[in-house]
């Protein structure tokens, strides 16, 4: 039986990879900071052994590493909004970039460097603007806190593996939603907004821009990839993506079709600049080829199914 070390278990990837490994016949150690808040559980996941720690103190991470003897490490840690990178800016890059160091080098300094392979969580948020599709070659010029955490992240784990030979492949992860997802994710927001104003209680939705962009998939998806990557002959990166691209304004406007909202969306929806990012990338999307070539993987959610699966959540958490 496999042993998978998933670090960053509560958040929505964390537990959608837990339940697809403990359903694979792994047996699954979940990590975090703090105790998962896993008492509602709608979507009947398999849920993990826990334990708590920081991944930014080393020799806690070490310890866990040296005791669990995992071997798959999943690196799903971290801060994982942009807008609050901006808030936090050093306990993004502390959480992003000091948790993948001390994970390389616990890795290395156990020599397990032959023993266990690591995933890392990238993201597509290193890219920074771009009008073209993106895939594993095109250039990294990230424009938040996070992308730039992400980016520094992604970068030592190159060095790590070309350097020391250690096993680490990332996941250039496009955007993806989920059921699971909180609420000060824009996504959620829209969706659970709406549900609310179709339910008599709410009356605006408030948005700092609606024509973002970008390449939006389904969290249960995205964690395949993760997996059949560490399956893989060797390590490399890879965009995890559905290769299509919407706006917000589709988000709203396929949520207000489900629900029957047929008021002009200038009734509902005001702008309110106060919410727009610094810096806010308009237009980003993915190429996920390689991913689709050589792991056999392909998103089967569409964007039109995630929303439908986010509206019914939600709708049923009103009731």
């Known amino acids: 039986m496999r042993r998978a070390l998933i670090l960053g278990v509560t ?14 016949n792994y047996e699954v ?16 996941l398999s849920r993990p052994e826990h334990k708590i720690v920081d991944v930014a103190k080393y020799t806690d991470l070490f310890r ?32 992003n970039v000091i948790g993948v160091l001390n994970l390389l080098n616990a890795v290395k ?24 599709q993106l895939n594993e070659t095109s250039p990294l010029s990230p424009k938040s806190p996070y992308g730039v955490s992400k980016f520094l992240a992604h970068k030592m784990c190159l060095q790590y593996r070309e350097e020391f030979g250690i096993w680490v492949s990332s996941g250039i992860l496009f955007n993806h939603e989920s059921e699971l997802r909180p609420q000060h994710f824009v996504f959620q927001k829209i969706i659970r ?4 104003i179709s339910q008599g209680k709410r009356q605006f939705l408030e948005l700092g821009n609606l024509e973002i962009y970008r390449d939006w998939g389904y969290a249960g ?40 909202l047929s008021r002009a969306m200038d009734s509902f929806v005001k702008i309110d600049l106060s919410l727009m990012r610094p810096l806010d990338i308009e237009r980003t ?35």
């Not at 150690?29 to 009947?44: E, K, Q, Y």
């Not at 907004?193 to 609310?196: F, G, I, K, W």
């Not at 993760?226 to 988000?251: E, F």
């Not at 996920?288 to 049923?316: D, Q, Y």
Request: proline share 4%; aromatic share 8%; hydrophobic share 40%.
């Open 11 to 24: 958040g929505q990837d964390g537990q959608f990879l837990a339940n697809l490994l403990l359903n694979s």
């Open 29 to 44: 150690l979940g990590a975090s900071r703090n105790l998962p808040n896993w008492i509602d559980n709608s979507l009947d």
């Open 64 to 95: 866990l590493v040296q005791d669990f003897a995992p071997d798959e490490i999943y690196n799903l840690s971290g801060e994982s909004s942009v807008a609050r990178s901006f808030l936090n800016p050093t306990e993004t890059a502390s959480s």
């Open 109 to 132: 300094e156990l020599g397990l460097k032959n023993h266990v392979r690591i995933f890392q969580a990238s993201s597509s948020d290193m890219f920074g603007p771009s009008e073209l």
């Open 193 to 196: 907004s709406l549900v609310e």
């Open 221 to 260: 998806d995205y964690v395949e990839a993760m997996q059949k990557s560490l399956q893989s002959n060797i390590p490399q990166d890879y965009v995890i993506a559905t290769g299509r691209l919407n706006s917000l304004r589709d988000v709203i406007e396929k949520t207000c079709e489900l629900l029957g």
């Open 285 to 319: 999307w993915g190429d996920p080829r390689l991913a689709n070539e050589l792991l056999g993987w392909k998103a089967r959610t569409t964007f039109e199914e995630l929303i439908e699966k986010m509206v019914r959540v939600n709708l049923s958490n009103l009731d």
